[in-house]
């Protein structure tokens, strides 16, 4: 009689151990569909891929210079006739670019001030003047009065690094000036120097 009443126990308890399996079993397998459905969507809702960004196309650059050849400098640029004068004797455009401010000089060829503004002078204050929309105003700004003066065509020379870098040659366009050409003159220190020692804990 006990024996008989061991035994039935020990049924009913392997059958809810495997009953209980199943349903965990179960369960697991239910939300790892859920996440791989939930991933479907996720992917089906998403933009298709972009052709220009997914891979670049090959280009051979021998055909592509042969191309542009005409936009690099050569022996003969200085006496390269743009709107009737020659390259050598063009206005050029300093940009002198900080975090801070940037300040737009305009010399003759010969390096004779001629025109200069900063955003500080354009009535930008405080922490607006390293803005580029400070630099863009400044631009457009110098651009008017360098017309003014006859100035049609120019050379850009840009120094130093900050926010107004691209808006100030963009806004002297915008004024109506021709851009021929545009320089870096940023400098760079080739043996700067040495950062500080780590602070110690």
């Given at each position: 009689?006990?024996?008989?009443?061991?035994?039935f126990g020990f049924l009913q308890q392997?059958?809810?151990?495997?009953?209980?399996?199943?349903?965990?079993?179960?369960?697991?397998?239910?939300?790892?569909?859920?996440?791989?459905?939930?991933?479907?969507?996720?992917?089906?809702?998403?933009?298709?891929?972009?052709?220009?960004?997914?891979?670049?196309?090959?280009?051979?650059?021998?055909?592509?210079?042969?191309?542009?050849?005409?936009?690099?400098?050569?022996?003969?640029?200085?006496?390269?006739?743009?709107?009737?004068?020659?390259?050598?004797?063009?206005?050029?455009?300093?940009?002198?670019?900080?975090?801070?401010?940037?300040?737009?000089?305009?010399?003759?060829?010969?390096?004779?001030?001629?025109?200069?503004?900063?955003?500080?002078?354009?009535?930008?204050?405080?922490?607006?003047?390293?803005?580029?929309?400070?630099?863009?105003?400044?631009?457009?700004?110098?651009?008017?009065?360098?017309?003014?003066?006859?100035?049609?065509?120019?050379?850009?020379?840009?120094?130093?690094?900050g926010p107004g870098r691209m808006s100030?040659?963009?806004?002297?366009?915008?004024?109506?000036?021709?851009?021929?050409?545009?320089?870096?003159?940023?400098?760079?220190?080739?043996?700067?120097?040495?950062?500080?020692?780590?602070?110690?804990?």
């Amino acid at each position: 009689m006990s024996l008989r009443n061991f035994s039935f126990g020990f049924l009913q308890q392997c059958r809810s151990n495997v009953l209980n399996a199943l349903l965990i079993n179960k369960l697991h397998t239910s939300s790892v569909w859920r996440k791989v459905e939930d991933r479907k969507e996720m992917l089906a809702s998403l933009p298709a891929k972009d052709e220009g960004t997914a891979g670049e196309k090959s280009i051979d650059i021998d055909t592509l210079m042969g191309k542009k050849e005409k936009f690099f400098p050569d022996a003969n640029t200085p006496t390269q006739l743009f709107n009737g004068m020659p390259f050598n004797e063009l206005p050029i455009c300093n940009i002198r670019v900080s975090p801070n401010n940037t300040i737009i000089l305009f010399t003759d060829y010969k390096g004779v001030p001629r025109i200069i503004r900063s955003c500080g002078i354009e009535g930008f204050k405080n922490t607006r003047k390293g803005t580029n929309i400070a630099a863009q105003a400044t631009a457009i700004t110098i651009g008017g009065k360098a017309i003014e003066l006859g100035w049609k065509t120019i050379r850009v020379k840009v120094r130093g690094l900050g926010p107004g870098r691209m808006s100030a040659i963009k806004g002297l366009q915008m004024s109506g000036l021709n851009i021929v050409s545009i320089t870096d003159n940023t400098p760079v220190s080739w043996n700067p120097p040495r950062p500080r020692k780590q602070r110690s804990l």
